[in-house]
Antibody, heavy 118, light 107 residues
Framework: QVQLVQSGSELKKPGASVKVSCKASGYTFTSHAMNWVRQAPGQGLEWMGWINTGNGNTKYSQKFQDRVTITRDTSASTAYMELSSLTSEDTAVYYC???????????WGQGTLVTVSS | EIVLTQSPGTLSLSPGERATLSCRASQSVSSSFLAWYQQKPGQAPRLLIYGASSRATGIPDRFSGSGSGTDFTLTISRLEPEDFAVYYCQQYGSSLSFGGGTKVEIK
């Protein structure tokens, strides 16, 4: 069965960076793009970007373009999302989410809570 | 960038009632690229509807989606206790975006 298992919670200071991992299993990793979506406390879903896990091409939301880097390690079937220059407004649950390829997300990771606090 | 506006923000209904949720796009969206998700507290979202009207695997037939162009609707024909949750629409055009969500709460 398809599983996306994310790394654990993080506590970061303002100005720092965070890197979240997402290990995929149960399917061919390079056959589906991977999205990253975040959700601030009590707020809605916000798309950050995605990676074509086959060729490594990325597309980012304009909002995060300058601060986010999404990468992947095909040998480990793992995608990564790194967000830099963190502020308290980046406190959120970060999800990886598999792209169905036809216009929707079919599987989600369990989420990783990133807390930014001094 | 296409902006999705969901209404109402909160829907207060009783079990057994019909729920009608709206998702309006700032530009025309291909029906193929409109999806709906359900999210319960402390959980990741779950795919309900894709291609505007196709139910995902395992989704009960009380959930239905419709619409085209800029106006899309998610209907829950008879609310079950487990249906009280937040619902999001999502589009994929040149980029991907979500609506702000509709909370369906118990009246």
């Amino acid at each position: 069965q398809v599983q996306l298992v994310q790394s654990g919670s993080e506590l970061k200071k303002p100005g720092a960076s965070v890197k979240v991992s997402c290990k995929a299993s149960g399917y061919t990793f390079t056959s589906h793009a991977m999205n990253w979506v975040r959700q601030a406390p009590g707020q809605g879903l916000e798309w950050m970007g995605w990676i074509n896990t086959g060729n490594g091409n990325t597309k980012y939301s304009q909002k995060f373009q300058d601060r986010v880097t999404i990468t992947r390690d095909t040998s480990a079937s793992t995608a990564y999302m790194e967000l830099s220059s963190l502020t308290s407004e980046d406190t959120a649950v970060y999800y990886c989410a598999r792209w169905r390829g036809s216009g929707w997300i079919d599987y989600w990771g369990q989420g990783t809570l990133v807390t930014v606090s001094s | 960038e296409i902006v999705l506006t969901q209404s109402p923000g909160t829907l207060s209904l009783s079990p057994g009632e019909r729920a009608t949720l709206s998702c309006r796009a700032s530009q025309s969206v291909s029906s193929s690229f409109l999806a709906w998700y359900q999210q319960k507290p402390g959980q990741a979202p779950r795919l309900l509807i894709y291609g505007a009207s196709s139910r995902a695997t395992g989704i009960p037939d009380r959930f239905s989606g419709s619409g085209s162009g800029t106006d899309f609707t998610l209907t829950i024909s008879r609310l079950e206790p487990e249906d009280f949750a937040v619902y999001y629409c999502q589009q994929y055009g040149s980029s991907l975006s979500f609506g702000g969500g509709t909370k369906v709460e118990i009246k």
